[in-house]
């Protein structure tokens, strides 16, 4: 089918940023865990921080898991489109109009933008 090869280059670039864009929304939610663990440790030693430190924990930890959920779900169209390239790849199976366009709305304008001007 000739739509496949069109979308082809163009799928590929997206898996390649939703992959990116998943271990980046991981490694904020690891880095505010960090600073949650790193906080309470300081609250410990430092009396000053000590009022301070319940607000920041709250903070950190809402940061942590806004950017995990935002994480997972960036990761479930991820694998849905990398199952869709290795079926197509493996078994030579095509890729249906509907189900690029499903993968495309389900990825962020600014990737849309950026595959449209490398396309």
Known sequence: MLDNIEYRHTLRALDRA??????????????AQLAVFLVGL?????SILSQVAP??????????????LRSNSIRGTWESLHRELDAHDSLDWSISRVEISDLLTASSRKQRNQLAVRA
């Open 42 to 46: 300081l609250a410990i030693f430092l």
């Open 18 to 31: 939703l992959r990116k864009s998943v271990e980046r929304w991981l490694l904020f939610s690891i880095a």
């Open 55 to 68: 607000f920041l924990l709250a903070t950190f930890t809402i940061v942590s898991e806004a950017c995990r």
